[in-house]
C-alpha cells in the first residue's frame, strides 16, 4: 500500500502570496491541487475537472445531504463550492499530498471533519509590506486596500489555530523559502507517531 | 535578541544509532549537545565541561533542593545524573538548538517540567534489524542480547508519547535520511505558531 499522503490546507490573507506559493509546491511531483466542486459556471479558460468539478445545485445539495463534503461554503453570488470527501480520500491513500487553498472559515470545518489535516497559514512579514503588495497590483482602489488590510488582520488572528504559520517573505528566494518550510513541516509531519501505525505495529509485533 | 533555540529530547533503544545520529546533527553549527552534571569521577579521556560537568554530591543536591534541573536520576551506582535549568535556558536563549540524548524516564520529566521541548525517538526500522545490530558488535552476551532487546521493546512503546519518531535506517544514506529528517523537524517547529510570538505582535500592533 503507498503510503498516505498529507492534506495541507493553505490559508492566508490576499496579497500574502499562497497562491504562488502553491503553485511553487506542486511543481514537486508529489504534490497536487485539490479539484473544488463548484455550481458556477466554466469560465473562459477553464477546464472541467482541473480547475473545478462543475455540477448542478441539485447534485450539490444532495452531496451535503449525503455529507460528501470535507467543507463547503456559499457565496454571496448564491454560488456553492465544496471539497469532496470522496475524492480527497481516494488521492491522499494514493500517496498524493493534496493541497487546498481555502480560507479561514474552511479550514475551520476541514479541522473538525478531517482532523489528520495540516493547516498552515501563510502570513506577510508586516502589515506595512502586505500594503506595498496590495497597492503594487495597482488594480485596487483605497476603499478596496483598507477593506482586503482589515479582513487581512481577521484572517491572520486565526493563526493560533492553526499548526504553522509560514511567513512568505518577498522575492524568489522568500519564495523559495516558504515553499521548503512547507516541504520540512510535509516531511516533519509524516513523523508523527500517528501517522506511523504500520511501523509501530511492526516494532510491537515483531517480537 | 537572537531566536531561542529547541531543546531536542532524542531517546531510543540502545543500538537504534542515536549517538551516530547526534553527532551527525551536530557537524551543524546551529546544534550542540547539552551537557549533563553528573556526581560520578571523570573517566579517562573525558573534559570536565564538555563531557559532563562534574560536581560533588552535596552540590547536586543543593540543585535538587533549589529546583535547579529539568530532569535528574540516580542510577544503581549511586551516581546522580542531571540537565541544568539554568544552562539550558542560558544556551537556548543564545539561538542554539540544544540536544539532549536522554532515556524514556528523562524525557517524561522534560516534558512535564519543559512543554516546549521537541521529544524525538529514534526506531530501528524492525526488531530484527536491532538484533542484527546488536550482535554485530561482537561484544554483547546472549543474556545482554535478550535484555536489551526486551528493554527494546518497552522503550518503543512510548514512542506515542513523543512528537517523532524517526526510523533510522542502517548505512550512511540511512544516517543522512535521519539527519535530514530532523533538520525537518527542526524547521517545521520553528513554524507553529506558539513559537512565533513575535510575529503574531507584530502582525497585530503595525496596523
Redesign the interface.
Known sequence: MAKQGLLLVVSGPSGCGKGTVCSRLIQNPAFLFSVSATTRQPRPGEIPDVSYHYITKERFLELVEQDGFLEYNRYATGDMYGTLKEETERKLASGCNLILEIDVNGARQIRARFPEAVL??I??P???EL?RRLRKRGTETEESIAKR?RRA?EE??E??G??????NESGEEGLQKTA??I???V???C????R?QE??S???I??
Open positions: 498552515i497559514m502570513a506577510p508586516s502589515m506595512d500594503e488590510l488582520g491572520l488572528k493563526a493560533p492553526y499548526d504553522y504559520l509560514v511567513v521548503d518550510a516541504f520540512a513541516i516531511s516533519a509531519e513523523c508523527k507517531p500517528r506511523k511501523l509501530l511492526a516494532l510491537n515483531t517480537k
